[in-house]
């Protein structure tokens, strides 16, 4: 684990969960979804930014190496102790809002969910993802979409933009990268998230809807999505390439 201070409490401050918070458990069909569209870009070595407590990167096996990071260090404790039995995984504390951490060896792949939003430069953010990047290797986003349903779990998780594809393009060209993909995703859950979050002013996760969201609608939404690209929806996916 590194020895870096990192900033206790931010994940509780991103994610408006604790750390003994087991609500991820709610989502297993939710990133089982997210791992489908995330892992055929995925090389043998992967970093993993903002990996939380962890409940993303258990879907991912049969890597080389595998480097789990966030900016709290009691999160990057519970990452190192979750995963203290796979040799490939080695947790990290990084905050990308101070520049990439040096890894030795650059990673195939970088994966950033629901990170690059919380970051007020996040082309100069883009840039540090590149250099733990080695060339040719890609780096695959996953933020929040649309303005519109901007509300206040926003503000109170510190979000400072939602994307759309128009400017998720931007950001990445303005960062020197290639754009190799980028659509929205989750059409269903951006129609749910304006009904609840922007116009029913909920401010908190509720367990009970996430875990109705997860069982009913995501299965359709899968399985929709599988076969056309939506007009709009609750996230933006980006893939580039360094």
């Not at 990084?94 to 969910?113: C, E, K, N, W």
């Not at 733990?132 to 933020?143: A, F």
Request: aromatic share 6%; with cysteine; charged share 20%.
């Amino acid at each position: 684990m590194s020895d870096d201070s990192g900033a206790a409490g931010a994940f509780s401050a991103a994610t408006g969960r604790t750390l003994e918070d087991s609500s991820g458990a709610n989502q297993r069909r939710y990133r089982a979804f997210q791992l489908s569209l995330i892992e055929p870009h995925c090389g043998g070595s992967v970093l993993e930014i903002g990996a939380g407590l962890g409940e993303f990167a258990a879907q991912l096996a049969g890597l080389d190496r595998h480097v789990v990071t966030d900016v709290d260090p009691a999160a990057v404790a519970a990452m190192a102790s979750r995963f203290a039995d796979r040799p490939e995984v080695e947790a990290r504390v990084l905050d990308l809002a101070q520049g990439p951490i040096d890894l030795g060896t650059p990673v195939s792949t970088v994966v950033a969910i629901n990170v690059l939003e919380h970051i007020d430069d996040d082309v100069g953010a883009l840039k540090a993802l590149a250099s733990m990047t080695e060339p040719g290797g890609r780096i695959v986003l996953w933020v929040p979409a649309y303005m519109q349903l901007y509300g206040d779990f926003d503000r109170a998780v510190g979000h400072v933009r939602r994307y759309t594809p128009a400017t998720m393009s931007a950001a990445i060209r303005n960062a020197g990268l290639r754009l190799e993909l980028v659509k929205p995703v989750n059409l269903l859950g951006g129609i749910a998230w304006w009904a609840t979050v922007r116009r029913g002013g909920v401010g908190t996760p509720n367990p009970r809807l996430v875990r109705a969201y997860d069982r009913f609608v995501v299965p359709v939404t899968r399985a929709v999505e599988g076969r056309v690209t939506p007009p709009f929806g609750q996230s933006v996916l980006a893939v580039c390439v360094r």
